[in-house]
């Protein structure tokens, strides 16, 4: 499968997910389940999944230096703003981070 049909297959993946995170959202305020821990997980699972998408589809996309030589910040594919660059060191620790932040808020969220 060459690389721009994984492209778009990564894109309606993200799109779909992020649908379904909203429509869980939405949910959880309109029809106030009594079982929110199971929200949360679930919520918390599809943000984990997206991340993870996301990631790979930037390595997919650009496939550019590595390393150190790479930069930190690098303009947004689309819109206004910088974004963080997982090929680097630096940003993968912070991807990292981000990951590790989202489970323990859904842990201490989920545990409370």
Do not use: C
């Amino acid at each position: 499968m060459n690389s721009e049909k994984k492209l778009k297959i990564l894109d309606m993946i993200l799109v779909s997910l992020t649908a379904v995170i909203l429509l869980v959202v939405v949910g959880l305020v309109i029809l106030q389940p009594t079982n929110h821990k199971l929200v949360l997980v679930v919520v918390g699972l599809l943000a984990l999944v997206l991340i993870a998408i996301s990631t790979y589809r930037y390595w997919l996309a650009y496939p550019e230096q590595t390393g150190t030589k790479a930069p930190l910040f690098v303009p947004k594919a689309l819109g206004l703003g910088w974004s963080v660059n997982p090929r680097n060191p630096i940003g993968m620790a912070l991807t990292i981070a981000t990951v590790i932040l989202v489970l323990v808020v859904f842990g201490v969220a989920l545990f409370k």
